[in-house]
């Protein structure tokens, strides 16, 4: 008999025979807790970390499968430089880490002299780890184009976040809210990390309502209240109607608007003067005026309540003043920052992993490509006007680009549109772990090691303060080198060495880690280190010129742009040729594009589908089941049709994640499902830079 009183961990851990390694999962974004365990280097089993406030013991089936990354057969293994011509799926040779540190240096000396240090871009995984790359590119050569794929994912979030509240991440206090509505954010579906789908459902189970504004009948709508099957693109006018209803029914809450927000009687005056009253909203999007009311009503009498988007109100050309009226919502209501709120994320005490002079910094003299592309405000770079840099040097030349676990090729809108850039590139770079469609078109493809075997420090995606850390579990695949590794080999190429003098990962981890309470051992031991929220703390937090909640945003008002949210119509309108509007959604079995070479996940769900409705179905004869072919103005596809009745009639919701190259990626992946990025044109949100998925209109036929 096990002794009841040992850990369930230990105990797992003395049963398999193997050694217990705490670390995080990158499977997606939100990287839970996990431990490892290892036996004869290899990954015997994986669970969540028990004691972590995130997700208590468990993780989701995309985490539990993720130990096949360690045994991928079609993990690269070695650096690789291309041999061909560009402008056709790429050949390569093998080369030694000496070469590729060798070619890319002097690529990198010679862009500098020709064109400046500006015409070298990243673009990577928002991690500490990538850090590295930074220290290297920005700090040390002195670019200022260090980006991530933000304008891909949360762009419009994030820039409503920014500029209402001066905080760059929201997340959400479920548990304790009595009255939630998610505008198009699938909660149950595209997971935000464990604890917040559990927290919701624990909310639920207490008793709040929860309203689900989605065209599409999700996973969370199933679970919810109310959906609220709204108009795809609308969610703006919804906001707006609702924000007026409760400012005419004086339900709003004074005190806190007072105290806190900027900009209100101006707000209330302009939401007059547009006419934003939940009748103008109704027909627009097909959600009747006393829904709009009702709703109105419930979110503002019910406290705590909150109001959170994710992307689906953001993947149109509209997007950015949808977030903002949504969020405006939680402010003119008080429902910021309080038990049961929308909570501005609390910061761990981990710092930068290494500290390079200031002596040693270059500084660039062109500003950043989103400012000169005309984003002054905006988080990110607007990744689909990257090529327009790149073929024609519009704002300005870009030759040299590193793509650091993202895949634009596969991610971004227009795909023809990307793979012409790469073609215009003196050096592309990819540090990938698989053979990614970016990395085919790469000059030179860089194998890194996946999250088992590499150490990495970073804030947690738990609500309170949390720190978590990855360590190496099992030894590298082939050659791989973590990012550390390989920034320092370039750096030691172009002379800079010196500022890469670590030699174990442990060393940049103290520094990372020099003002975390416990430090770097006491994570080792528990794999992370969390404190419980912090409420109520808005005098401290936001971070606006104003110190307040902008209603009237000066960000926007500074840079041009209208203060105060309005509504304008999509850009991209069905017609009689092509009568209906592409939405997309994620599957809840695969993240992004990065797990459909996994042969577990692949079992469950071995491709993707479009979902349409049963009226349009009929309409179009296209029966459950059946292949279809999706044409838009640009290309087609052909893919798997879900006929249901949880859909708006006129919009199609294409699961988002398989098909066009992963035959690059994988043995597994290759030829199953469908690709949906290459039917869209470029549509980037003139304020925040987003990538507008979503604006794109197709005709639908049997295949
Ligand atoms: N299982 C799983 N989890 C994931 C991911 C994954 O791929 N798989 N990806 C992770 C990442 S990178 C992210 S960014 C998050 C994304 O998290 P979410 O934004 O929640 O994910 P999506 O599935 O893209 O959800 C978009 C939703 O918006 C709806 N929608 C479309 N148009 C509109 C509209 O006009 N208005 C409204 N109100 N809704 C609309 C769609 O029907 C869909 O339900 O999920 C993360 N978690
Ligand atoms: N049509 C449509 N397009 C979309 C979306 C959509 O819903 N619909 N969703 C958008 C969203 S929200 C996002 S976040 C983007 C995501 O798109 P990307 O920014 O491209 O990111 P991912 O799909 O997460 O992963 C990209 C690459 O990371 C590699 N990778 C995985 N793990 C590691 C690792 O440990 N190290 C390294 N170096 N590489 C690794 C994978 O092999 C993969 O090639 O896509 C966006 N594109
Ligand atoms: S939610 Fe994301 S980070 Fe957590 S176990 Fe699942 S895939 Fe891993
Ligand atoms: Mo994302």
Redesign the pocket.
Known sequence: MSNPGMKLSDRIAKIKGATLVKSFC?SC?WNCPTEVYVRDNKVVYVKGNEDAPNNIGTRCSKGMASWWMTQDPDRLKYPMLRTNAKGQPGEFKRISWDEAFTFIADKLKSIAEKHGPEAVALTC?HDPNTQFYRHLLGDLYGSPNMYT?TS???MDRRSACLTLFGHPFPMHDFVNSKYVILWGMNMLGANQGLFESRALLEAKKRGAKIIVVDPAFTETAQKADEWIPINPGTDGAMALAMCQHIIAEGLHDKEFVKKYCEGFDGFKDHLKDKGYTPEWAADKCGVDADTIKRLARGFATTKPAMSAIF?GSGYYTNGNDAGRACYILDAICGQVDGPGNLHLKDWAPVGMPLDIPEEAKRKPEKEPLHAAMGYPIAPDLPNAQLPKAVIEGDPYPVKALFV?????V???PDRDKMLEMFKHLELAVA????M?E?ALECDIVLP?T??YEMAEVRQGLWLGAEAIICQPAIEPVGESKPPYDIAKGIAQKMGWGEHFAFEHWEDWAKTATADLPGGLEQLKERGFWSQPPKFNKLADCLGTKTGKIEIYSHAYADSGFNPYPDYTERSVIPDDDYPLQVT???LSMH????TQNNPLLMEICPENWVEINASDAAKYSIEDDQMVVIESPKDNITIRAKVVQGLVPGAVS?R?GHGFGHWA?GSVAKGKGAH??NLMEIHTNPVTGA?C?NECKVRVRPA
């Not at 650091?404 to 634009?408: A, D, L």
């Open positions: 990158y974004p995984h794929h891909g994912c949360e992307k650091q676990s993202t895949n634009p596969m991610s971004d540090c990938e772990v698989l990614s970016t890194e996946s999250f997309h959604s994620k993240c992004n594009i990065v294409i988002h990626m949906s990025n990538n998925y």
